[in-house]
């Protein structure tokens, strides 16, 4: 394996040091036997980021993405390792399912591939899946999600987090009450009343939130609550975190910049699950994850077909694309804004979702002998997305023709150069 030095490089944003990675890890001592040399003036580094909400879809859904180019978008984005979404076909709500998608991850290379596994069998709702077997597994399984779902049934989201506290596990909500969300298109508000839309109302999430959050501290079991896009939910989360309750929770990159007010195009590109709020839920969002209420920053990664896109917008799939853009959507809406700091990204974005995934070498400060997993971001670079050049399969982003701040130079996973001068390896 190569061994890098890394010059000058300003380690979350301090003072510029060198770092050494030989052998896979973050060496000590002089920079011997050094074979490639990486001139890092105004890079900073970070440690290598970690996805809690990434869909794959594989298998079954090989058109719109799959493992290997899930993976290939992620290391471009600074991703080391991401959690796999259960909602696959076949779903991953067995052991053979989970371990298949563990071991594409391992075999394509490019980041570390966690499955989540589905907290009932089919996504359906109605029967809890083999969660134990699934954690016994050689994946490991500990965030267990119906996600695209909500486990809406209030005696089933309790017994799976009952189930889940002999392993450690998590139950990571999809918070949406369907009664209230039925025919749903856009936030509900004088906007979609405007256009025409069947509104999606926060009370929706906010209610299913509440609940859970009181199941969670009922029985002491561990809650992540999904994508959260809404003030009032900052405040539930907010509360129960005051009580001591055991709840951890995400923000999309996209629901920290982009507003509902894009749904006025009526482009398809604009419609996700959860909807695009109003500017002033955005404002809570960044407040919420700047104080520490919302824990983490993750991509909701979701790529969809053009055909399942390029459609009119009642039609079209739910979701957008995220890995390759969400360091510089963090960027624009929490660093420029001065809202966090690059110690904070990293808490945001790679130790708070390791944590929370029970992963040992990811998440780790960038220390000696620490796994090697890191990324070097350029902040001071700016770049127009373009829409046609993804390394997903899928070209569903939502920034297309937007200007972003920020450019990932290089990624490594465990040593390995995943990505240098911002090129695929
Ligand atoms: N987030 C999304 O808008 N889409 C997700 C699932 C979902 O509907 O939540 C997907 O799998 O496409």
């Known amino acids: 394996m190569t061994t890098h030095l890394i010059k000058g490089v300003s380690v979350l944003g301090g003072t510029p040091t060198d770092l050494v990675i030989r052998d896979g890890v973050i060496a000590s001592g002089p920079a011997e036997g050094v074979e490639e040399v990486i001139e890092a ?3 900073i580094a970070l440690p290598g980021l970690v996805d809690l909400h990434t869909h794959l879809r594989e298998p079954g859904r090989e058109d719109a993405e799959t ?3 899930g ?3 992620a290391a471009i984005g600074g991703f080391t390792a991401v959690h796999a979404m259960a909602n696959t076909e076949p779903v991953a709500d067995t052991a053979g399912v989970v371990e298949q998608v563990w071991r594409l991850g391992r ?9 989540i596994g589905a907290v009932t069998v089919g996504l359906a709702g109605e029967k809890i899946a083999e969660l134990g077997a699934m954690a016994d597994s050689a994946a490991r399984v500990r965030v267990f999600s119906d996600d695209g779902h909500c486990v809406s049934d209030p005696l089933l989201m309790r017994r799976a987090l009952e189930y889940v506290k002999a392993f450690d596990g998590v139950i990571a909500q999809h918070s949406q009450e369907p009664r209230l969300t039925e025919g749903a298109q856009m936030n509900e508000g004088e906007l979609s009343g405007r256009l025409g839309l069947a509104g999606w109302p926060a009370v929706a999430e906010e209610a299913i ?4 959050c009181l199941l969670a501290a009922h029985v002491g079991s561990r809650l992540h609550v999904c994508h959260v896009s809404t003030a009032g939910s900052v405040e539930l989360i907010r509360q129960a975190k005051e009580k001591g309750w055991n709840v951890t929770a995400e923000v999309t990159p996209h629901h920290l910049l982009l507003t509902d007010e894009l749904a006025a195009t009526y482009d398809p590109l604009y419609k996700v699950n959860p909807p695009l709020r109003s500017a002033s839920d955005v404002e809570a969002l960044r407040a919420g994850l700047a104080d520490g209420t919302i824990d983490i920053v993750a991509t909701d990664h979701a790529p969809h077909p053009h055909e399942d896109k390029d459609c009119e917008w009642a039609a079209a799939a739910f979701g957008m694309l995220g890995l390759e853009t969400a360091l510089s959507v963090v960027q624009q809406t ?4 001065g809202l966090l700091d690059w110690a904070g990204v990293a808490e945001r974005m790679s130790y708070a979702p390791a944590r929370i995934g029970r992963l040992a070498d990811h998440g780790r400060p960038l220390e000696d002998g620490a796994p090697a997993n890191i990324v070097l971001y350029d902040p001071k670079a700016t770049r127009v997305v373009d829409g046609s050049e993804t390394a997903s399969l899928s070209r569903n982003t939502p920034y297309a023709g937007r200007e972003l701040p920020g450019r990932v130079v290089a990624t490594f996973l465990r ?3 995943t990505v240098l001068d911002g090129k695929l390896q």
């Open 41 to 43: 003036e105004g890079l």
């Open 67 to 69: 493992v290997e180019t």
């Open 209 to 212: 939130i509440a609940r859970d």
């Open 107 to 115: 075999e394509a290379g490019y980041c570390d591939v966690y499955p």
């Open 415 to 417: 040593g390995k150069a």
């Open 71 to 73: 993976t290939q978008a």
């Open 334 to 337: 929490m660093v420029d804004t």
